[in-house]
Structures are given as C-alpha cells and as structure tokens.
C-alpha cells in the first residue's frame, strides 16, 4: 500500500459526459502528479501541482482541468469526455524537501468511455 | 514527442533465465534514472534507480547498467522468477523539474515456470 487514495476504482460513462477523479496524497506529501495511462501511450504526464500551485503541465487536453485543495487532495475533472479519453489515470505524490525521484502511486481510476 | 524509449514492449523468460529492458534518452539533462515495476490492478512501484554519476547499481537480483555516452540504460533481472512477471518502465528526470518522470512504453515481462 503506498498510501496514495484514489476514488473511484471504476468509472463507466458514456461520450460528452463529465467526470471527477479524487486523490489523497500520502500524509506529508506536498506533491501530487496525475498521470494517464491507456494502451498505446504508456505513462503521460498531465500535471503537477506542489501545496496547491500548478507547477508543470505535460499534455494535458483543454477539456482536462486539475486543482489541488488547501488540505492536498487533488481533483482530475475531464468534460466533454471522447471515447478515446477511456483509460487508467494514476496519482502519485512525492514528499518535500530533498528531491528524491520517487513517486508513490495510488491505484489508478479505470475510466471508460462509451 | 517520446522522450524516453524503451524495448522490447514484451519479452517472455523462463524461470531462473535473465530478462534484459533496454532504453535510451535523448534529453542530456535529464539525470536521474528509475526504474518502476507495476502489477495488473496496482500502481507503479519504485525498483531500483540510478544517477549517471556510475555505471552500474545492483540491488539484489536486479541490476541497472547505465552508458552516459551512448544515452542508453538498462534493466537486468538475473534468476528470473515467475513473481517477476509484470510490466516494467523506465523513466528519466531533470534537476528542475523536481520529481516529475517522464516513462518509456514500458515491458511486459512474462516469467514461465
């Protein structure tokens, strides 16, 4: 268990739909990261937010938005949802301070889009 | 823009042989170099990583060779078990960008018994 939460583990919705993911980082961990996982594109990045600052973007669609809470969880909203959006969104969190490289990921929210 | 390649995308190995991921990088900035292994149903998992200050790092049966010169690292796995089998990525980060990795496609490793 690596102390990353994410809700929900299974998200079913159908195309122009509107979806929320949530992640709770580790206690202490400052950094939280969203990834996209789908077959043919492994592990993208999306973005980075450090105590409720955006800090990086990766490629992330405009219908895509992100924010991370003063209490450091984070929200992944996707709109307008296409079918080819269906895929396996990871959060991982990193402790402050020191760099590291590691990430600490949650399970990952399984999205599909009919 | 894939800034991190990795091969073979599968490889099956029979148990006790040695597995062997490749990858290369093209960004010269990046230094920090990890490897991540991910079960079905879980999320990634640190394995091992390297800094491209050396050229080898060794953490019991798995092993990363690193080639600064040749922009290539790699993953050796020696006695390959069946709890071996998942898929394994490699990724790369920069000093300014704090912890922030960008992945290689990824391997899936299949150990038979």
């Known amino acids: 268990d690596s102390g990353v939460t994410q809700t929900p583990k299974h998200l079913i919705t159908a195309t122009g739909q509107r979806v929320t993911l949530r992640c709770s980082p580790r206690?202490?961990?400052?950094?939280v990261y969203w990834y996209q996982q789908s077959l043919d594109q492994g592990l993208q990045f999306l973005i980075h937010?450090?105590?409720?600052?955006?800090?990086a973007k990766g490629n992330i669609l405009e219908r895509f938005s992100a924010q991370q809470f003063p209490d450091l969880h984070s929200e992944l909203n996707l709109s307008s949802l296409e079918l080819g959006d269906s895929a396996l969104y990871f959060c991982?969190?990193?402790?402050?301070?020191?760099?590291?490289?590691?990430?600490?990921f949650g399970e990952g929210s399984r999205l599909t889009v009919l | 823009q894939q800034q991190v390649k990795q091969s073979p995308q599968s490889l099956i190995v029979q148990k006790g042989g040695i597995s062997i991921i490749n990858c290369a990088y093209e960004?010269?900035?990046?230094?920090?170099f990890p490897w991540y292994q991910q079960f079905p149903g879980k999320g990634p998992a640190l394995l091992i990583a390297?800094?491209?200050?050396?050229s080898e790092k060794k953490e019991g049966r798995f092993t990363i060779s690193f080639n600064k010169s040749a922009k290539q690292f790699s993953l050796h796995i020696m006695d390959s078990q069946p709890g071996d089998s998942a898929t394994y990525f490699c990724?790369?980060?920069?000093?300014?960008?704090?912890?922030?990795?960008?992945f290689g496609g990824g391997t899936r490793l299949m150990v038979k018994p």
């Open positions: 206690s202490g961990d400052l950094s």
């Open positions: 390297i800094r491209p200050d050396v």
């Open positions: 990724a790369a980060s920069m000093g300014n960008a704090g912890n922030m990795l960008t």
């Open positions: 937010y450090y105590n409720g600052e955006e800090r």
């Open positions: 991982a969190s990193s402790p402050p301070g020191r760099k590291t490289g590691e990430l600490f």
């Open positions: 960004n010269t900035a990046f230094d920090y």
